[in-house]
């Protein structure tokens, strides 16, 4: 079974900027695509963005030009950029991999990094 592990998420101010890491236990990202979810409190969890192994890639219409997903093979590690961050940003983020930016993750969720975006 894979391992997926978030970090670098923390406290920030509006407008700042955060990179969260996704390590895998294995060479997961290369054979499938690796999504980045977000949940805010009280809502559902929602998909942020997603990078095929072929490099395609996908964002959330509010964080398009803002964020930039990336995978760095070599270290199974999958990467968020987040800069000019909005409080609305506030949100647990989660990492997971699966066939297609909108089908159902195939992994299981790991406990995820905090990011709050204060005004």
């Known amino acids: 079974q894979v391992h997926l592990v978030e970090s670098g998420g923390g406290l920030v101010q509006a407008g700042g900027s955060l990179r969260l890491s996704c390590a895998a236990s294995g060479r997961i990202f290369a054979m499938y695509t690796m999504v980045w979810y977000r949940q805010a409190p009280g809502k559902q969890r929602e998909l942020v963005a997603g990078i095929t192994n072929g490099g395609n890639t996908y964002y959330l219409d509010s964080v398009k030009g803002r964020f930039t997903i990336s995978i760095i093979h070599a270290e199974n590690t999958g990467y968020l950029q987040m800069n000019n961050l909005k409080p609305e940003d506030t949100a647990v983020y989660y990492c997971?991999?699966?066939?297609?930016?909108?089908?159902?993750?195939?992994?299981?969720w790991g406990q995820g990094t905090q990011v709050t975006v204060s005004y």
């Open positions: 997971n991999y699966g066939s297609g930016f909108q089908r159902p993750p195939l992994g299981s």
